[in-house]
């Protein structure tokens, strides 16, 4: 961390004025691919208002879940709602020189989450970024490729998720580039691991030996799940040409354009306020145009889409909770008016999973 911490700040100046060049020259813009310009919408068309699958969210999650479940059925009507615009072959997100672009209180791919005063922190609210963009998290954030630990798995003591379990997936992902072991390495997924085309060969070397005098050596692939307390040279989320690995441009767009899985559609720019239920079943979502993307758009109505199947939220860490409880679904009832007192919802169900700490609720 601190060795990317380094390189970061080193690159600082030359990604601020590479970012301004690319702004003032209007390259920012997507190419969007023919097939996938069909497929991708900014305003709810009408052969959408009613399909089988709904994913609210557009992060690095929902674009693995949307492809996952459009490979297995291509024939079910799958729909990704993300409030934050398409990425596709954005150059500041494609290029990882530009990665600290996203830093910026004017980013338009990334949402800032003011926390409350915390006691512990000498009473400062922290400002916690998260992905406000196709792809979420993995469209803006460091690249860096780290595992969790054998023991992290095995100490959930959950079937299906120990480290063996696990293996298999870890390894399916991936197409790995960097030292180590084909037992725990994948190299046919879809997002390839290197170490990308620019590494700092002699602050890694200081680095690396200053941290060998302090009891913690080198080793090769510290990703191998079985290894800790030392350190690597890293590996990115970067393919070997140097494209950064989110899971839009490795999961999503490669299915919005090849051909083969028609019944599956984007809609960005486009938030979802809550999920809709008949009784306890999830039927549909509401959602409106994102006023902060669509600023062209005033007094905007709200919508509605069904689903025939199932509703799936997939909105982060912060926002998932949030449209939760405008559904009607969170700790309590008493805690959910206790939050939005002015709402005019049902309480569908009480769930101590959802968790209540999170900022005052915006429609």
């Known amino acids: ?31 969007i691919h023919p097939q996938e310009e069909m497929r991708v919408f900014t ?47 954005d150059p500041t997100i494609v290029h990882p020189l530009l990665f600290l672009s996203y830093l910026a209180p004017t980013s338009n791919a990334t949402l800032f989450h003011q926390a409350t005063a915390e006691e512990q922190l000498g009473g400062r609210e922290l400002v916690v970024p998260s992905g406000g963009v196709l792809g979420g998290g993995s469209s803006i954030n460091l690249m860096m490729y780290s595992r969790a630990q054998r023991t992290d798995f095995d100490n959930w003591a959950t079937n299906g998720w120990s480290a063996d379990d696990m293996i298999p997936y870890l390894k399916k992902l991936e197409t790995y580039s960097g030292p180590g072991s084909e ?25 690396i030996e200053a941290a060998a005098k302090v009891g913690y050596p080198e080793i090769a692939d510290l990703q191998g799940l079985d290894f800790n307390n030392g350190v690597q040279r890293a ?29 599956l559609n984007v809609l960005v720019e486009t938030q979802v306020l809550r999920v809709i239920f008949d009784g306890k079943k ?52 008493e805690t959910l008016f206790e939050s939005q007192p002015t709402a005019t919802f049902q309480s569908v169900l009480a769930s101590p999973s959802v968790p209540h700490n999170d900022p005052p609720h915006k429609d």
């Open 1 to 31: 961390m601190v060795r990317s911490v380094i390189l970061g700040l080193r690159y600082l100046l030359s990604c601020l004025n590479l970012t301004l060049i690319l702004s003032l020259t209007g390259v920012v813009s997507a190419t």
């Open 43 to 89: 305003q709810l068309p009408a052969t959408l208002q009613e399909v089988d699958v709904i994913i609210a969210g557009g992060g690095t999650a929902a674009c693995v879940i949307a492809s996952r479940i459009s490979d297995a059925d291509p024939q079910l009507s799958i729909l990704v709602v993300e409030q934050g615009g398409n990425n596709l072959d």
């Open 183 to 207: 037992t725990t390495h994948g190299f046919n997924g879809p997002e390839q691991i290197s170490g990308g085309t620019y590494r700092a060969n002699r602050s890694t070397d200081q680095f």
């Open 235 to 263: 590996q990115r989320f970067i393919s070997p040409e140097g494209k950064r690995q989110d899971a839009a441009h490795t999961y999503l767009h490669p299915r919005l354009q090849d051909g083969k899985h028609p019944n």
């Open 282 to 333: 999830a039927c549909g979502i509401e959602i409106r145009p994102n006023p902060a993307k669509q600023t062209n758009i005033t007094g905007a109505s709200k919508q509605t889409i069904k689903a025939k199947k199932m509703v799936i939220v997939s909105a982060g860490a912060l926002g998932t909770p949030l449209i939760l409880e405008r559904s009607g679904v969170g700790p309590t009832p």
